[in-house]
């Protein structure tokens, strides 16, 4: 008898464990939606966002920007819906986000997509075209805000999240979690070791990916997926000159590509795959490690110099060259999400709750509780501030000056330099040590140099919590936080085993990076770069464990102040493209070097055109390039610039004349046989509407023979055909001799106008173009550039008397 009770207890525990385990495994319902739209700004001319280079500006596309949204909505509530959007940008920006949600609301006529449920989260590529992040510190290195490039960014958002609200159907989700190995190393490792709980870790970056898979409720039909996984995007360097999405957007090309149908064009499929930020403030895809490029040897650890400079102590991926790492790193985050996708099998339920909440913080007047702090003593944050490392940059781009990580004392010319900015005050100086203060952009006014209200935002989608956080957060920090907003969900009765945190790093906002108490003691670029104090991260602490106990309970929070806009208030010194010329007897769309008349797999195929400047229109959800084949009596496109393997290049030919070359890398696995190809470009004539395109074709070519192997090689030699210029400066000068002649008659800084508006355009030709930023002109493209603005401004004033 007493057996049998035994055995009856454990069958019902038995029972009761299954029941547990399937309702917990149970399916539960959303409203989901999945859209993916354009983004790509302008490929030639502007500078890049991410390195603050200015020598390193557009010259072609490598791969289009894509706004990935997704919309997941409770059933039964219809204001409870949340948006996320991964953008293949640097960062998302306050500009960006506010006149995002104002054109969904225009469009719907409703407040159903708002401030609060909108989140947006840059992938952080260094590679794509700057200038629309409206405060001073982000665009002065792109000579200012670029409207067309915001246009872009905010119209593709939009419209991606307008498809995702039109896709909307029944659906679930799964999620599962899993660890990518080998591709992410620490870039401060000499500040992670600083902190006190770092042996609580394995490692001193995060492993650890989450992916989301999104279906249809009877799971027949795949809508999409999202992953979280932290590393920098830095794979192409500062000397990329190609619009890139870097390895995030190479990982969402791959699975886009598995997941639609044969023969889709990149962009153009219902399936959308997001590779999400997360904290990467501290990583870098840069596997070598830090090396000093003129001896090999390690960098010095503590300072990243080699023989006391930043320069020449460079990190390099694990790749022959930077195009081949952003492949190899792409890859393997593409194949963890491959795997935990296709063996998802846990349901985000959690009752289908759907919930979020939002505020605005003023960073710079917090007062944190020593509940939250390091040091156990209730502290405040400072006034916004960047320390002399931040000038040093990091081993994935080195600074141009004379300034080196762990710095954290002060020097009496930058002292000087920065003086004529703003002068910390005393206080400030005290509150931000041990940071050494090299500019104060917390007191530069009259215009925004970095925002100092920020949003904090939360997401419930079952049992899985988004944290969109606006800056880049360190390894620990991150940690850090995700143990505070647990605490938080265990105190209110939330916390179930089940229960997951992700972070949604360089969201709606952008204010540098976050960094733990003890790693901004390093005073590293990182922690240089921590706007607000050694006592940031235990600020974020605070109030997301508010903001976590009040969605935990069902209760309001209150908005906050609301955050600087600076539509209308920004700065721009961007000069419009020159009007497109040509030689004598050349044609727009006449050939300058055609393709040969057959080719082998592994080889690269390239024409060029006498074309004009792709700024004159961005081709949104369009292409620039095609690669064609000929099918049944007709050329069927069957690659277009959004295609890794495909290049878009251009180059200035002397003043207004413009080179447009196409470059095809053939797969070894290409088919080969007697099937025709061509390649063919598309750009907009300057002073034409659309529709008025100048387009080329090459001959067509044949595929045959046997492989001559691959590698990407052919990218870097794309590289030096664009550093190489169309010509030397003499020849230059010899094919103007009679602006020559005016050179010798006329004085640059007299004779031409400091500052001429046109349009929104403020021109400050002699200081921005031809005299500042001595470091632009040491570079001989950019020289070019600025001679033939120097020569075609000379070219305008003879022509009107002067």
């Not at 039964?76 to 640097?90: P, T």
């Not at 023969?263 to 904290?279: E, I, K, M």
Request: hydrophobic content about 35%; charged content about 15%.
């Amino acid at each position: 008898m007493t057996i049998r009770l035994h055995l009856s207890a454990i069958v019902l525990i038995l029972s009761l464990i299954s029941l547990i385990k399937a309702k917990q495994n149970d399916p539960g319902q959303f409203l989901v939606g999945a859209g993916i739209y354009d983004i790509t700004g302008q490929v030639a001319e502007i500078g890049f966002m991410g390195y603050a280079v200015p020598k390193q500006r557009g010259h072609g596309l490598l791969q289009r920007m894509r706004s990935r949204a997704f919309i997941i909505g409770d059933v039964n509530k219809e204001e409870n819906r949340v948006v996320y959007v991964s953008a293949d940008n640097g960062m998302a920006f306050q500009i960006i986000k506010t006149e995002v949600v104002d054109r969904l609301n225009k469009t719907l006529g409703s407040n159903l997509y708002n401030d609060k449920n909108v989140l947006i989260s840059g992938t952080h590529t260094h590679s794509t075209p700057g200038g629309t992040g409206g405060t001073a510190l982000v665009d002065i290195t792109t000579f200012g805000f670029v409207k067309e490039n915001w246009e872009a960014c905010v119209n593709g958002i939009v419209q991606s999240i307008m498809l995702a609200h039109k896709n909307l159907q029944l659906g679930r989700i799964k999620i599962n979690v899993g660890q990518v190995d080998n591709a992410n190393i620490n870039r401060s490792p000499a500040s992670y070791l600083n902190n006190v709980d770092r042996g609580e870790y394995k490692d001193n970056t995060d492993h650890e990916m989450t992916v989301l898979r999104f279906e249809s409720i009877d799971g027949k039909t795949e809508i999409g997926m999202i992953n979280f996984y932290p590393v920098h995007a830095v794979s192409l360097n500062n000397t990329n000159l190609l619009v890139a999405g870097d390895n995030k957007g190479y990982a969402s090309y791959l699975f886009e590509k598995l997941k639609n149908p044969p023969g889709t064009l990149p962009g153009q499929g219902s399936f959308v795959a997001a590779f999400g930020q997360s904290n990467e403030g501290d990583v870098s895809p840069n596997l070598m490690g830090p090396k000093c490029i003129d001896t090999g040897l390690p960098c010095e650890f503590y300072t990243s110099t080699c023989n006391g400079k930043t320069e020449k102590c460079i990190a390099f991926g694990p790749g022959n060259n930077m195009y081949e790492s952003n492949v190899i790193i792409g890859q393997r985050q593409y194949d963890v999400a491959k795997d935990l996708y296709d063996n998802a099998q846990v349901f985000l339920n959690g009752n289908s709750i759907v919930n979020f909440r939002h505020t605005y913080v003023d960073m710079q007047t917090i007062n944190v509780s020593s509940r939250f702090t390091s040091t156990g003593h209730n502290e405040t944050t400072c006034q916004a501030a960047l320390g002399y490392s931040f000038a040093a940059g990091t081993t994935d781009g080195p600074g141009d000056f004379d300034f080196t990580q762990s710095t954290n004392s002060t020097n009496p010319f930058w002292q000087f330099v920065a003086a004529f900015l703003a002068k910390p005050t005393q206080q400030q100086i005290q509150c931000q040590a041990p940071k050494p203060i090299l500019l104060d952009v917390g007191l530069i006014k009259p215009i925004e140099w970095v925002p100092f209200v920020l949003p904090h935002q939360i997401f419930q989608i079952g049992q899985l919590f988004m944290v969109g956080v606006p800056g880049e957060f360190s390894t620990m920090s991150g940690r850090r936080l995700k143990i505070t907003i647990q605490q938080a969900l265990q105190d209110a009765g939330t916390w179930t085993p089940d229960s997951h945190i992700v972070i949604a790093g360089l969201s709606n906002s952008y204010s540098h990076y976050i960094t733990t108490y003890e790693e901004y003691q390093q005073q590293r670029y990182e922690g240089a770069s921590t706007l607000y104090g050694p006592h940031t991260l235990a600020a974020y602490q605070q109030t997301f464990y508010d903001l976590s106990m009040k969605l935990a309970r069902n209760e309001s929070v209150p908005s906050g102040p609301q955050p600087f806009d600076m539509r209308g208030k920004t700065f721009s010194f961007v000069l419009p493209p020159i009007p497109d010329g040509l030689p004598i007897n050349k044609n727009f769309g006449d050939i300058f070097t055609d393709v040969d008349p057959s080719y082998k797999p592994g080889d690269t195929v390239r024409c060029s055109w006498w074309g004009a400047n792709p700024r004159n229109d961005l081709f949104t959800e369009k292409s620039y390039l095609y690669v064609d084949r000929f099918i049944n009596q007709t050329w069927v496109p069957i690659l277009t610039d959004g295609d890794i393997e495909t290049r878009f290049l251009w180059r200035r030919q002397i003043i207004d004349n413009s080179i447009i070359t196409v470059e095809w890398d053939i797969p070894v696995t290409q088919q080969t046989g007697q099937d025709l190809y061509r390649l063919r470009h598309s750009v907009l004539l300057s002073g034409f509407k659309n529709g008025d395109f100048e387009s080329g074709s090459s001959i067509g070519w044949t595929i045959g023979g046997s492989s001559r192997g691959t590698t990407l090689s052919s990218l870097m030699k794309a590289q030096d055909y664009l550093s190489t210029g169309s010509a030397d400066m003499a020849s230059i000068a010899n094919s103007h001799s009679s602006i020559v002649t005016s050179v010798n008659r006329h004085n640059l800084g007299t004779v031409m106008p400091k500052i001429v508006y046109v349009g929104t355009y403020a021109w400050r030709v002699e200081d921005i173009i031809c005299g500042g930023f001595a470091s632009v002109l040491s570079q001989q493209i950019n020289s070019y550039y600025c001679l033939d603005i120097y020569f075609a401004w000379l070219a305008v004033l003879e022509n009107s008397g002067h």
